[in-house]
């Protein structure tokens, strides 16, 4: 047997007889697929054939324009030899392939005389049941497939082709799982003739993983990309079956490759964001031409990460997942359907397979039904699909009978959320974090930025060896400029009070190049046991504190040391209670010495109620507008609780310097600190500020 990877092209057949001969040579001995075929299998990616794709199509229209010249071809043959069975076959699956209502009974007489001709040839029963498919006679296809096995029990079409009937049957509902079943029990037998059919391989694959025995699914995955490396279904298939196992990485990179070898249309799918969005920015995102899409998508995949400081986006991957689910589950090419531009299949998208499924039989004279039940927290929502014109494409109902169901189930396409639930079972970490930023004096081009996260101490046990931290940077545009991984040795952790329970601190300090525009930070920490995940996203603005001009540094609130002085650590969780004495540190730079050489400057802090937050549309946050005045606490009936001044001299252009404010008279609410700087030689001024809490 020739391999099926070998390059074949079909054209107009010639009529000499012994042609004939060959054809049917070939046929026997396992070529069978060259009567279903009127285009070729490329040498250098697999592509399905018509038949395997779904073996109710007819041709592609490319197809279509030749076959009426070689239907007349062979035609004039049958005349000169009217008894080879070869002929009527051939005949038989041209008229087959042309579509139509009328070509599928002229089919059905040519397969029929060739039968006549040839009754022991299991292969015209094979014929005879595509065509019986073709006209939805899917009972008598099974007959046809059947009879086609009791001539030969080793015959490859006909386990092949009951298992694609069986896996139909399946599909048009997912519900009835002996389908499913017996579906992999008649690829296995097909498997066993031959173990090199790309199709038989791939449905193994996915019908296991759909059937949750991943290993199984695995090892078939396996055995395609070892023998068909190109085909892009095997690497999804591969990709999905890491998903399953939580292999992200290794998903991440099958998935990766799928996509390199795939036609731009096919890629589309996996790249469109539209089913995910609400209907107002739908509407706005299908207007866009597909550079704006791209640069959308981006963003998009970044803000919906759910571990945003991990360069894997395990939501995106699930995207992905869905796309190719969608497309295997929910493609009729026939009606020229593709999965995810069906109903169905945008909900799939959207909210993954549905937790239960509800059968509905239709009355009499109704369309069957089927229901999708989704959980959302303690409550359900369904989405209804009715097959009102009984050719297995479940739709949203158009029949004013069932308005109802259609109105439920697109308000809660246009209103519900997407739905996604992090794969991985972590349990909630609290995580505090806060930064600080100062000049980096030994390398003056960058800013040194200090991290500082506390955890509680109690997720910590005998079996905790380490956390493992992961940080990443974003810029105002969602490209990510910086990532960090670290394994954090439990008993290295500070142990620090907060809130009267003890909780564990650690900080660390990255170089970065200043930027003018907003950036988004993501921390996450895992570990402990059982496991634990916390995630700390924020957003700062990277300073620029070099040049010539005053600058100052972050104000850095730290934690107390002993004997109630100072200490230079950054406190991760700026909450005091009543009574407390903050302790806070500060650099200035760039001070001008007047002519005793001195540089005199004036400090003033003052502490206000907190500015609060707001999100941008964009996802960004961003502080409330806040004039200098009000910072200083100038703003009419926006006086700071707490200010202070004073004036200081120092024979140098540097301050480093510290600050003990008492807020004993303060109650419990967020305050912000804000910290004036004014060089009295030179005039100039600077402003920094950070928040903390006041608690019981």
Partial sequence: MQPLSRCIRIRKISPEPNLYLEVTVKLISGLWLLLFLAAALSCVDYKRPALDEDFTEPAIREQREGLEAEIRAVQEEIQKHHQDPALHRKLSVLYRLQGTIQSRNLSILEIDKALELEPDN????????????????????EQSFKKALEIDPGFFPGWYQLARVQKYKYLKTMRFVEHWENAIRYYKKAYHLNNRHPETIFNLGFLHLRRGMTKTAAKFAKIGLELYPQNTRFHLLQATVYMEEGKFLKAEYEFSRALEKMEDEEKGDYLDTAPLLPRGERETYETWPDEE?????????VRHDPTPATEVNERLLAHYERVFLAKELLTLQRLELDGPDTPRGKALISYGLPDRLLYIYGAETDSPMIA???????????????????????????????QQYAHITRQALNTIPQKYEYPVLYKSLPLYVQTAQSRDLPRDNKTKVEFSFAIPDSIRNRETKKF???????????????????????????????RGAPYLSHSFVLELV??????????????????????????????????????????????????????????????????STLCVSYEIYNLRRGESNLARYKLTYSIMDAIKFEDRPDGFGKMVSWISASMRGKKPGDKPYISSSLEQSINSDLVLDNLRINVSSLEPNDYMLVLDIEDLTSGQKATSRSKFSVID
């Fill in 122 to 141: 299991p292969l015209n029963y094979v014929e005879k049941g595509l065509t019986q498919f073709m006209q939805s006679r899917v009972g008598e296809a």
């Fill in 293 to 301: 899409k791209l640069k959308w998508n981006r963003m998009f995949w």
């Fill in 372 to 402: 999708w039940e989704y959980e959302q927290g303690d409550s359900i929502f369904r989405l209804y699909f009715m097959d009102e014109f009984l050719n297995g494409n479940y739709q949203i109902p158009i029949d004013p009978k069932f």
């Fill in 514 to 579: 200043p930027r003018p525009l907003e950036c988004l930070f993501a921390i996450e920490i895992t570990g402990g046991r059982p496991a634990r995940r916390g995630v700390w996203k924020d957003f700062f603005i990277i300073q620029d504190l070099e040049g010539r001009s005053l600058k100052l540094s972050s104000v850095k609130f730290t934690l107390p040391g002993q004997d109630l002085l100072c200490s230079g650590w950054l406190d991760p969780y700026p909450a005091y209670g009543p009574g």
């Fill in 468 to 498: 493992t931290l992961n940080l990443s940077i974003f810029d105002s545009e969602w490209n990510r400029l910086s990532t960090r991984h670290y394994e954090i040795k439990a008993d290295s952790l500070r142990k620090i009070n907060k």
